[in-house]
């Protein structure tokens, strides 16, 4: 253990880039408290019971509004994203919306694209014996098929990759900066397009511009503000829990043999590999109104950081939390978030991963760590190895 290591993990230190299986320094996190007051005086939520409680309040926000304000501008048109933004009968409005266009049968109807386009990925590089899986594999196969689904060219990926990294892990201030507004006048472009023709198209985007909300159309800025979010949402989140699934495989070849020798357990693997790495960590919320949760007194006006990360390593609910068991007879996880927020694209996500995993599986089996390289574990807001190096028999 290195002198600057914390020996007891707290909700403000644990998630240090660099560690391996950090999972187990999130399980610790239970020793103490369900709530803690961190030290810029906001309070975690740690406990899935307390999560779970917090995340179903109306009297819990998603933000404030001054951070609405602010974020908004870094991240949007200056106006809220929709629907992550909103709460209420007008978080509800667009929920109803957009729901039944991710609902499971929808997705479970794209797995032989997934197939299709994941083979084509991996003929890259199968002969090879060696690749850096990230950049190969785990974000292209998401992100093209999401293109696919919003309508827009596969041309743009690498101009959408470039936005959605600006607005996440942007390289420097000036990408940062320039990321927003270039996506807006990149998408107000697109939509004057579409308008243009007899019909705006039968993918996402096209399905949002002849949408109607309580008989009304949504407006070009409502079609904006989700587009702007799903953006962000479906380039990185499923690339990032791909790299931690497959890095922690490549690390545990005898788990990774059974999900070889029976594919159909791929499902419950994705769930608990889900649960273990919860790679969107937490969410922030913000109190308007005075309660108690887990002992502690929440007043209004006060941040509240939920946890995803610690509540699905929380021992009351999961027995032995760090062993990762794909058997497990239960597995009520909440990585795709609880309450009204919880995440649009979960089944969208899941055919992905469980299809990712079973090619991969069945094109380079033997795929390790390459021991000359170094993976890339960024363990902070969005969990990532980037880069993932492996070495595998060629094919
Ligand atoms: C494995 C991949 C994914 C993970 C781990 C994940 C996780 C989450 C989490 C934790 C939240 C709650 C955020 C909060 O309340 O602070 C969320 C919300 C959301 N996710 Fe996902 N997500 C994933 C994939 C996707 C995909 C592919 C889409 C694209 C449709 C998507 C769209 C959304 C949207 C729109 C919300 C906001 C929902 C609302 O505010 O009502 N997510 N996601």
């Given at each position: 253990m290195s002198a600057d290591e914390p020996t007891t993990p707290t909700p403000d230190t644990v998630y240090r880039a660099g560690v391996v299986d950090v999972f187990r320094d999130v399980a610790r996190?239970?020793?103490?408290?369900p709530v803690v007051r961190r030290a810029d005086g906001g309070a975690a939520v740690l406990t899935m019971d307390a999560v779970r409680a917090v995340t179903k309040r109306?009297?819990?926000?998603?933000?404030?509004p001054v951070s609405v304000e602010m974020i908004s501008q870094v991240m949007g048109a200056g106006r809220p994203l929709i629907p992550l933004m909103l709460d209420g009968d007008e978080h509800t409005k667009y929920r109803r919306l957009l729901d039944p266009l991710f609902a499971p049968a929808k997705m479970r109807a794209l797995e032989s694209d997934i197939a299709e386009l994941a083979h084509a990925l991996i003929d890259d590089f199968a002969a090879s014996g060696e690749v850096e899986l990230f950049g190969a594999f785990c974000e292209p196969l998401p992100s093209q098929i999401f293109l696919r689904l919003l309508g827009?060219?596969?041309?743009?990926l690498d101009f959408l990759l470039w936005f959605k990294n600006g607005i996440?892990?942007?390289?420097d201030e000036e990408h940062r900066a320039a990321a927003s507004p270039k996506l807006i006048e990149y998408l107000y472009a697109e939509l004057d397009r579409r308008a243009a023709l007899d019909h705006p198209g039968d993918d996402l985007i096209g399905g949002f511009m002849t949408a109607e909300v309580d008989g009304h159309g949504l407006t070009r800025e409502d079609v904006i503000d989700i587009t702007f979010l799903l953006i962000m949402a479906g380039l990185d989140t499923v690339a990032a829990s791909l790299s931690c699934m497959i890095d922690w495989l490549a690390r545990n070849p005898e788990q990774r043999q059974r999900l070889i020798d029976d594919p159909e357990l791929t499902p419950a693997a994705v769930e608990e590999l889900m649960r273990v790495?919860?790679?969107?960590v937490g969410g922030g919320r913000h109190a308007v109104g005075d309660f108690v949760i887990g002992g502690v007194e929440i007043h209004a006006g006060d941040a509240l950081g939920v946890s995803w990360a610690a509540a699905n390593m929380d021992p009351t609910i999961f027995e032995d939390p760090t062993r990762v068991d794909f058997d497990r007879a239960s597995n009520p996880h909440i990585a795709f978030a609880s309450?009204?927020?919880?995440?649009?694209?979960s089944h969208l996500a899941r055919v992905e991963l469980w299809t990712a995993l079973n090619v991969l599986h069945d094109r380079i089996p033997d795929y390790r760590i390459d021991p000359d390289a170094i993976p890339g574990y960024n363990n902070t807001a969005i969990r990532t190895v980037d880069p993932l190096p492996l070495r595998f028999t060629p094919r």
């Open positions: 996190l239970h020793e103490g408290p109306r009297d819990v926000h998603s933000m404030d827009l060219p596969a041309s743009d996440i892990r942007p390289d790495m919860t790679p969107v309450g009204f927020h919880r995440c649009l694209g």
